[in-house]
């Protein structure tokens, strides 16, 4: 998920207490759920109105380079040329202060530890100099890519601008063969009571520290979101932020992102998704503030997203949706996990990013869309069919689908899916004298905007491709970039791509003369 | 062919012209067709050919004839997805009709002697024969619009030869063979995958045989 600058993803690097290793399989004891027995979620339906909702906070000791891509302190990924001795291993993380190695699950790369003191992009540097080695870097951190606004409420305007109620007569939904790994900040998938200490924590909004007391221990209900839950919904879940199966999303972009791909359809509740009869794959690898606050062992760097997607593959899903992103430099891992993604049978869809206002950098993994077949980066339009103020532009950009664009749309121009009522959730917003422990079983239809919302219309799309019979990741893409509605200057641009994705056509293919 | 056939048309004007060497005809016959847009139909129907059924009426003087006749060939197969010339077949059903309606002129080679002969031993009569098709094509597929679907027709030409043979007094059986060309009729669309394989032809070979009635 791409979240806004001032998102509280940041928040990882400053309330970790350190890197903790990965382990080869889920473990127990991170935290507690003292029951899945708990009342029905809350639905807050629609809101006719309502008021910006304040950036949610931020640490204040945050880790990051000058181009904004922050990362960890303590350790560095390394990968080894195949056949290196562990001897020979050894001796090179010695050479550049490195100690202990870990080979964390779903990954082909090495955790090393250094010293906190350390400069880790040096220290990767240093090591990458080492002729056994394929290559080295730091820990990037990535974030959520929506930019969060007023939670108003409105209709869907995305689905009919793809012209989708004809493309459902063609395929109405996919079916449960299809598995689409939301690769993000977790779902709402189910019902729990999470009895956590709430410690003391300082955060920022840009203007103010602010000193939030501790909250003692609580009791935190998590319920599953009602027009996305169902029998069967959901396959394989797995968190990588606290490493155990329970991807409970604690901050409501992964639900949000979820509802656009498969959002229970035709059940006269609350908004319809893309593909609404798929099962989803909840895998966690961003870390979000309340994950941060808790104590969270791991945080959304690019090893732990590479693990999520290397797990989603073996685990069965053919369809993996990444709104999720972050600029710096390029990560030769994310690249190797986007490979071995798409060589089984995988697509991916990723977002282009949400930074065009701030420098337009380029963004990771999206970047390496255009080098593998099977995996496409995705920008985002609004409602004008125009590219979205924030959408990231680059040779990259594949696809374009409808994120939102609220600058012209207003608020109703977001993409509109149920997620938690922020309200009950970022008790921090209004500051330590309102702070109070979440509930993250009380839900809402709000509008986000940004390349987020428009990557799971891909996914979605993606998952109807291949329940109509077009099984291999490359093909998939190719059939979305031939039919797409060339948008821009003519051909593939910077912008759009190959244009606005067209599910009717691509589902409907070709006939014989016509 | 102009001459014969005006040849003919005196022929059957001439309010004299002896009845007893002017026929009329009727025929149905069977066969199938390869189509020469192998490449399209074989993508769409899971192969290039298919049975053709159809009938027609048949006038003759001396060893001349011209016919009509009409023919339809239907098949059901699935859109598709083509990319790297691997084949996706898609969850859409896709109907190919082709509905020739042909005008033949040509000659049977069969002496009066011989036609003589006919009641003592059955005799082989060839004939060859060409003229000029009109191709009704229609393509229809699951959830398509009026402007989606296809329903145009096309103009070929085409020529064949065969051989028939009495086999009761009234009844003779023949079989053929066709080939037809029918140029610019697919192609035309990106949306069809004769566009993809750059097929333009809607014509082929047929081979059928034929049952006719009549002396």
Known sequence: MFLSKTAGILAVAALAAGVVSAQNAPVAGFRTFISDMTPPAIDNGLRSSGSPRPPRPYPTDLTSRSDGAPYLHGSIIVKFRSGTAPGAQRLMVERVGASTMEVPSYADFDIVSIDESADPEAAAAALAQQPDVEYAQARYIMHPMFVPNDPLYSQQWNFPAIDMERAWDLNPGATASIVVAVIDSGVAYRNAILRRNIPSWRGSNGLTVFTFPALGVVDIPFAAAPDLAGPDRFVAPRDFIWNDTDPLDLDGHGTHVAGTIGELTNNSVGVAGMAFNVRIMPVKVIDSLWDDILGSPFQGTDDVVARGVRYAVDNGAKVLNMSIGRSGPPSPLLQEALVYATSHGAFVAIAAGNDFEQGNPTEWPAAYANSIQGVVAVGAIGRDRQRSFFSTTGPYVELAAPGGNQRVGGTTGGILQQTYDFNFTDTFAFGPLRYGPPRFDVFAYQFFQGTSMATPHVSGFAALLMQQGITTPAAVEAAMEQFATDLGPTGKDDQYGYGLINPRASLRGLGLAQ | ?215
Do not use: C
Request: hydrophobic share 40%; net charge positive; charged share 20%.
């Open chain 2, 1 to 215: 062919m102009r001459r014969p056939a005006l040849a003919l048309l005196l022929l059957l004007l001439l309010p004299d012209s002896s009845s007893a060497q002017v026929s009329f005809r009727g025929f149905g016959d069977a066969g199938v067709t390869i189509f020469t847009a192998t490449q399209s139909f074989k993508a769409i129907l899971g192969k290039a050919s298919g049975p053709v059924y159809g009938g027609g009426i048949e006038i003759g003087a001396r060893q001349f004839f011209l016919s009509v006749g009409a023919r339809r060939f239907q098949r059901t197969g699935h859109r598709v997805f083509v990319f790297e010339n691997q084949i996706f077949p898609l969850n859409v059903k896709d109907t190919i009709t082709v509905t020739p309606l042909d005008l033949t002129f040509g000659y049977r080679f069969a002496s009066p002697t011989a036609t003589a002969r006919l009641r003592r031993a059955p005799r082989v009569v060839p004939y060859l024969g060409g003229g000029v098709g009109w191709y009704g094509y229609q393509e229809r597929s699951e959830h398509a619009t009026d402007a989606e679907d296809v329903k145009k027709t096309y103009t070929g030409y085409h020529v064949l030869a065969g051989a028939e043979v009495p086999v009761r007094p009234w009844i003779r059986a023949a079989v053929d063979a066709q080939w037809a060309a029918v140029p610019n009729a697919l192609g035309g669309s990106a949306s069809g995958v004769a566009n993809l394989y750059d097929e333009h032809d809607l014509g082929g070979f047929t081979l059928r045989a034929r049952i006719i009635v009549g002396r």
